[in-house]
């Protein structure tokens, strides 16, 4: 979630950028834009950098684990291959007789 006073402080500095004619608003407009930055930023769905920097860390350990399984996988499909390399796999193994 966006930071109240970072909101409020974006939604003073629009209202000061206005005309000086329209100064007399400014309340009123400054009230208003802190309600579309709002509704602006709870549509982006954001997140905040300690969460993104949470998720970060958990991907990057996701893929380390993932690569750490795909080179087990391929030491044992190697080892599978160096013990029985020219057998045909046999569906009635064990049922000779």
């Known amino acids: 979630m966006i930071d109240p006073k970072m909101l409020d402080d974006?939604?003073?500095?629009?209202?000061?950028a206005v005309p000086p004619g329209l100064r007399t608003l400014q309340q009123d407009l400054e009230k208003n834009f802190r309600a579309t930055?709002?509704?602006a930023?709870?549509?982006m769905e954001l997140v905040t950098r300690e969460e993104f920097d949470v998720q970060t860390?958990?991907?990057?350990?996701?893929?380390?684990r993932l690569e750490e399984?795909?080179?087990?996988?391929?030491?044992l499909?190697?080892?599978?291959?160096?013990?029985?390399?020219?057998?045909p796999p046999s569906e009635d193994v064990?049922?000779?007789?």
């Open 57 to 64: 860390a958990v991907l990057a350990r996701t893929r380390a």
């Open 69 to 75: 399984l795909e080179t087990r996988v391929a030491a």
């Open 10 to 16: 974006l939604a003073r500095r629009f209202a000061e």
């Open 41 to 43: 930023f709870a549509r």
């Open 77 to 87: 499909e190697a080892q599978v291959l160096a013990v029985a390399p020219a057998a």
């Open 94 to 97: 064990g049922l000779q007789g």
């Open 37 to 39: 930055l709002q509704a």
